[in-house]
């Protein structure tokens, strides 16, 4: 706008100046042309003369003027376009600015929404960690002995089915039911070779124990040796080694299974049960032993037996209320507990009826858990976080197996049916009825007096 005023000025100046020239120009022509030319002419002439040649260089330095204008004119519109360019620039400057700022303050909102939810999250763990170690306190509080654990197991090597799953975990199982309020477990043998290699494991923990024995469904290893004799020489060796070691604690597992005579005939069961009471008599131990839709014959060996065994226990008890005052019918007997006891309402109404003094707890594991469809799991408070052995995690329990740190649910189970608001008086009695069996060297007989004195079926 400004240029183009500049030019249109200069032009107008231009444009006069030029017309006054031509007017001169012409005058002089005429007088030139003239014939005679008076003095006052000349005077005039040269006055003509003068005044075209102001105008010329009047002329000149307009046209200069005006191409300083247009110069002048061009610098200030390339100022103009750059200051309009700058002003966009800091226009977008701005507005990008703004949005940054914007951004920020979303970011700044999503931090301190963060920073709440951790804050939040934290406090959760803080409570948890609280509550867990409230838990883990109690626990310490519970003392247990598992009577029952079959560590010879492959599923313990991570064995399942033949097939390799993952490592052994023995020590990572032993950590969790230590940590439980576990303070003894005791490895079972069902068989020659299984009862050697159950106290090998139990020499490599002060806490682990063992039996030495053969399980009525492997009785006919006896006969299969060649020299039932020298087999059962060899287990009377084993079991004299292990009590000289402190570590054999009873002898079985022992007894009568008519579930599964396929895998052992009844002659031979009876035979080699009635045989295992000299193990007994021999080393002085209590009888581990085992139980199954035998009890009539059962009971009849061990009335013919009484006298050559201190104690025992039937371990893993699944009879009916019948078959357990049979048992209970024996002074020196108790009865195991375990999942497999406490599936249907009808085993909680049978173990309601067993005097806590005459009863032990254990898993039986890596069998017999107590399971979500049984009975017994309405009164389960501990649980355990478990996955799948094709996804095995040293922190979780492998889904499926039972271990010995579940025996906690064991109690809780029968503390819960039998309505027993005190589980640590419910498991120091337990503790002591297996103390008095196998570890009679650790009873405590001020505790003892008095669990017996205060006998009930409580």
């Known amino acids: 706008m400004l240029l183009s ?3 249109c000025c200069s032009q107008l100046v231009r444009a006069r100046a030029l017309g006054k020239t031509k007017i001169w120009a012409e ?31 009047k002329d000149e330095k307009i046209l200069s003027l005006e191409r300083k204008l247009c110069e002048l004119g061009s610098s200030v519109e390339v100022r103009i376009s750059r200051m309009k360019e700058s002003l966009k620039t800091s226009e977008d400057a701005r507005q990008a600015a703004e949005a940054r700022a914007s ?13 709440n939810s951790r804050k939040s999250e934290r406090a959760i763990i803080d409570e948890f960690k609280k509550s867990k170690d409230k838990k883990k306190s109690a626990m310490t509080k519970t003392r247990m002995i598992d009577i029952a654990v079959n560590f010879t197991d492959g599923m313990f090597k991570g064995i399942y089915n033949g097939k390799q799953c993952h490592l052994a975990d023995i020590s990572t199982v032993l950590s969790r039911a230590w940590s439980t309020g576990v303070d003894r477990i005791i490895v079972t043998g069902g068989s020659l070779e299984e009862s050697k290699d159950a ?19 492997r009785c006919s290893e006896f006969e299969e040796s060649g020299d039932p004799e020298k087999h059962f020489e060899a287990l009377l060796s084993l079991a004299r080694e292990g009590v000289e070691k402190g570590k054999v604690v009873a002898i079985g597992e022992c007894g009568l299974d008519y579930d599964r005579i396929h895998f052992c005939p009844v002659e031979i069961q009876k035979r080699y049960f009635n045989k295992q009471f000299e193990l007994a008599d021999s080393m002085k131990l209590p009888m581990f032993l085992h139980m199954r839709a035998a009890a009539e014959d059962f009971c009849h060996i061990l009335e013919q037996n009484k006298e050559r065994f201190s104690a025992g226990v039937a371990h893993s008890f699944t009879g009916t209320a019948e078959d357990r005052d049979r048992l209970l019918s024996f002074n020196n007997l108790f009865i195991g507990i375990n999942g497999c006891s406490l599936k249907m309402p009808e085993n909680l109404d049978v173990v309601r009826g067993i005097p806590i003094e005459r009863m032990m707890i254990e898993t039986d594991s890596p069998y017999c858990e107590i399971k979500n469809t049984h009975a017994g799991m309405s ?5 355990w976080p478990s996955k799948k052995k094709e996804k095995y995690d040293d922190q979780c329990l492998v889904k499926g197996r039972n271990e010995p740190c579940l025996v906690r649910q064991v109690l809780e189970v029968v503390a819960g049916c039998k309505g027993i608001a005190n589980q640590d008086e419910l498991s120091m009695t337990l503790y002591h009825n297996t103390c008095r069996v196998f570890f009679p060297q650790d009873l405590d007989s001020v505790a003892d007096a008095l669990i017996t004195r205060g006998k009930s079926t409580m």
């Open 199 to 217: 106290l090998a494991i139990a020499e490599t923990d002060a806490r682990l124990f063992c039996t030495v024995g053969v399980h009525p469904t």
């Open 103 to 115: 951004d920020l303050a979303k970011e700044l909102e999503l931090v301190k929404a963060d920073l």
């Open 5 to 7: 005023g500049l030019v």
């Open 379 to 383: 009164h389960v408070r501990s649980l």
């Open 27 to 57: 005058l002089g022509i005429r007088i030139v042309g003239a014939s005679t030319i008076s003095h006052k002419q000349e005077e005039k002439i040269d006055k003509a003369r003068a005044i075209c040649d102001s105008v010329k260089e």
